[in-house]
T-cell receptor, first 111, second 116 residues
Framework: GQSLEQPSEVTAVEGAIVQINCTYQTSGFYGLSWYQQHDGGAPTFLSYNALDGLEETGRFSSFLSRSDSYGYLLLQELQMKDSASYFCAVRRGSTLGRLYFGRGTQLTVWP | EAGVAQSPRYKIIEKRQSVAFWCNPI?????LYWYQQILGQGPKLLIQ????????DSQLPKDRFSAERLKGVDSTLKIQPAKLEDSAVYLC??????????????FGPGTRLTVL
């Protein structure tokens, strides 16, 4: 089986930096993805880490430590529109392997 | 480019009735996924197709759920008969499926099913 743990809620103010952690337990780990989902909307892809280290995409960065079974999503210069749910998802086996999603972290950004 | 299309957007049925959802993936995407997302949870994969073949249906409740992807393009997901616990958003996603590094999945808007 597999399990993913991420905080259920995080709050921050505009312009701040927030880190959403994700720890996982799974066999056949291949990579860690992050998706954003606004209320009533579809999940959208943010980033993917297959190797240890930091991946940066604009205001968002994602980090992976395979030895610690741990990753995080870092959101900088927060904006109101960043208020959404953020899901980490483990990919097993290969790039075509299925994704297992966590329960999600609800981020609320206050003005 | 057009995104993943799903219909209907909303459906309300009574328990023991049947329901079907339709998905049209992004053109050229070989891999198609159906997810179930219960309120407050992450998406759970029900079935994954590679072209018109099933890659993974280990989480599909086969006694009541079925899915097909004829001709390797559109797909339908059916529930027969529905139970109260099937109330959820059913998301369709697609990806290139060529084995590229991140194999990003593109999600449709989903169908919100309410079973009364």
């Amino acid at each position: 089986g597999q399990s993913l743990e991420q905080p259920s809620e995080v709050t921050a103010v505009e312009g701040a930096i927030v880190q959403i952690n994700c720890t996982y337990q799974t066999s056949g780990f291949y990579g860690l993805s992050w998706y954003q989902q606004h209320d009533g909307g579809a999940p959208t892809f943010l980033s993917y880490n297959a190797l240890d280290g930091l991946e940066e995409t604009g205001r968002f960065s994602s980090f992976l430590s395979r030895s610690d079974s741990y990753g995080y999503l870092l959101l900088q210069e927060l904006q109101m529109k960043d208020s959404a749910s953020y899901f980490c998802a483990v990919r097993r086996g290969s790039t075509l392997g299925r994704l297992y999603f966590g329960r999600g972290t609800q981020l609320t950004v206050w003005p | 480019e057009a995104g993943v299309a799903q219909s209907p957007r909303y459906k309300i049925i009574e328990k023991r009735q049947s329901v079907a959802f339709w998905c049209n993936p992004i053109s050229g995407h070989a891999t198609l996924y159906w997810y179930q997302q219960i309120l407050g949870q992450g998406p759970k994969l029900l079935i994954q197709f590679q072209n018109n073949g099933v890659v993974d249906d280990s989480q599909l409740p086969k006694d009541r759920f079925s899915a097909e992807r004829l001709k390797g393009v559109d797909s339908t997901l059916k529930i027969q008969p529905a139970k109260l616990e099937d109330s959820a958003v059913y998301l369709c996603a697609s990806s290139l499926g060529t084995g590229g590094e991140n194999n990003e999945q593109f999600f449709g808007p989903g169908t919100r099913l309410t079973v009364l």
